[in-house]
C-alpha cells in the first residue's frame, strides 16, 4: 500500500513541474456584448471582469483566445431546446458555441482541442461549483472535420455544447492555460 501511495504522489509530482513549465497566467474578459434578437434563441453574452494578475502570452478578449499554440474566436453562440436542430438527441437544452481555430504552431491542434481550454458552468448550486456537460455535437457540418489535423497557419471551424442544468441561471464560460489550473478570461452568456 504504501508503494503505491509512493508511486501516486511521484506521478503527481512530475505531473506539477511538467505543467509548470506550459503557459503563464492572466485574467482578462470578453469586454464586448453580443446582443440577440428578440425572435430567437440566441443568448447575449455579459462581460464580467476577472481580479487582475500579470499578464502573460494567452489572452481572452471581444470573444477571442490567443495562446502561443492557436487561436479560438467564437464567431456564434444560441441556446437550443430539446428537439430542436442541433440538439435532436439530448433530454437538455444546450448552450452551443461555433468557432474557428487556427494554428499558430508546428504541434498538433484540431477542433476538438476546445475541450483543453474551456470549461463551462452554471452557477446555481449555492454550495459548489457546478460545471456543465459536454453535450452533442450541434452541427452535423463538423461530423467528419471536428477531429482533423489543422496546419500551420490553417484555420477550421467547428462548434461545440454543453447540457442545460436550468434555462434561467447564466453560463460563465471559462478559458485557461495548464488544463484548468489558471485562468486567462471568462465570459458570461445569459440565457434570455
Not at 452535423?140 to 442545460?164: H, M, P
Request: aromatic share 6%; with cysteine.
Amino acid at each position: 500500500m504504501k508503494k503505491q501511495l509512493v508511486m501516486i504522489a511521484c506521478t503527481f509530482s512530475v505531473l506539477a513541474l511538467a505543467l509548470s513549465g506550459c503557459g503563464g497566467t492572466t485574467t482578462e474578459s470578453s469586454t464586448s456584448n453580443n446582443d440577440s434578437s428578440p425572435n430567437t434563441t440566441k443568448s447575449s453574452a455579459a462581460p464580467t471582469k476577472s481580479s487582475e494578475t500579470p499578464k502573460s502570452d494567452s489572452s481572452f478578449v471581444d470573444g477571442v483566445l490567443t495562446t502561443p499554440e492557436m487561436k479560438i474566436a467564437i464567431t456564434d453562440h444560441q441556446v437550443i431546446p430539446v428537439g430542436a436542430k442541433g440538439n435532436e438527441y439530448g433530454s437538455k437544452p444546450v448552450i452551443a458555441f461555433w468557432y474557428k481555430i487556427t494554428n499558430l504552431t508546428d504541434q498538433d491542434v484540431s477542433p476538438m482541442n476546445w475541450i483543453y481550454v474551456f470549461t463551462a458552468y452554471q452557477d446555481n448550486n449555492p454550495n459548489a461549483e457546478n460545471e456543465i456537460d459536454v453535450a452533442g455535437l450541434p452541427d452535423d457540418r463538423f461530423l467528419d472535420s471536428q477531429t482533423e489535423k489543422i496546419k500551420k497557419g490553417g484555420t477550421v471551424e467547428n462548434a461545440v455544447a454543453y447540457d442545460l442544468d436550468d434555462e434561467t441561471t447564466p453560463v460563465d464560460l471559462v478559458a485557461s492555460n495548464d488544463l484548468g489550473t489558471t485562468e486567462i478570461g471568462k465570459v458570461t452568456y445569459s440565457l434570455k
